[in-house]
Every structure is written in C-alpha cells, then in structure tokens.
C-alpha cells in the first residue's frame, strides 16, 4: 500500500527526500493501511523539544480518516502527529531548511515490513508561472500523442 500526495509534486519543487516513522493509534494505523490519508495543505514543523537541546518533527495538516470498525468517540482526523526521527537527521534538515529556505511536505504514505512510514521532501515552493508552464507542457504532449 502506497499513498502518494500528487499535488505536491505540482505545487513544489522537490529536492531531497526523508524516510521517517509516523506514530500513530491503533485505528489511525489500520486505517493509513487501508489508503484512508487525505494529505491537503500537510507539511512538518521542527520544534525543540522539552530536553534540552533536543528537536521533534511533528506533522501537521494531514487527516487520517475515521477507521469505520473502531470506536471513534473523541477521534480527531486532523491532529498533529509526531515523526520520528533521528536527532542527527532533524539537526541536518533544519540547516537544509534554513540555508536554502526550504518547506518538509510529506510525499507519500507507504507501509514497510508492516510499519507505517511517512517520506517527507525536503522542497521549494513554485511559482503560478512555473505552474502554468507545465500544465502547457503536459496538455501539448497529449496532444501529440493523441
């Protein structure tokens, strides 16, 4: 199962891509298995952490839906979840960041030897202009093709 959040690839320029752990509940989990992840307006936010010196990743904006055989009673879809990461890997994300005034958007959802993982990339907003350029680009090879 892979869930892949296209509209990044259109609205973002990706540069570099970040395997990371996702932690989830238990219905959250079988639900993100079943394909139920709405990515929408989804990126990650490093935040130090309460231990000195120390930095999590938290996800915000990405809605797991409702897993229908569960007991949903104060479930909320759209809360922030924590990454999981090395301190390593957040400290040199967080320089990528800032040097080069990057966003972490997720990419895509995916499940690995049954764990629920997150790729995140590491990426560069686009302009309305570069959008339109390929969208113009993409019809003219269609026509071609067709």
């Known amino acids: 199962m ?17 395997e990371a752990g996702i932690q989830l509940s238990g219905p959250e989990v079988k639900a993100a298995k079943l394909g139920q992840v709405d990515f929408g307006g989804a990126h990650a936010k490093i935040q130090s ?5 120390q930095h999590e990743v938290w996800l915000v904006g990405m809605q797991i839906f409702p897993y229908k ?8 879809p759209m809360r922030t979840r ?13 320089v990528k960041m800032r040097s080069a005034g990057l966003t972490l958007i997720p990419t895509a959802l995916y499940t690995k030897s ?15 202009y ?5 969208i113009k680009r993409r019809d003219l090879a269609r026509e071609t093709s067709g």
């Open 69 to 76: 055989h569960a007991d949903n009673t104060n479930y909320d």
């Open 130 to 134: 570069e959008k339109r350029e390929k």
């Open 114 to 128: 049954g764990l629920v993982k997150i790729e995140l990339g590491l990426a560069r907003g686009k302009r309305k």
């Open 2 to 18: 892979r869930v892949e959040n296209r509209k990044a690839k259109f609205d973002y320029e990706i540069r570099d891509r970040v």
């Open 49 to 53: 952490s309460k231990f000195k010196g």
């Open 82 to 94: 924590k990454l999981l990461l090395h301190q390593k890997e957040i400290l040199g994300l967080q």
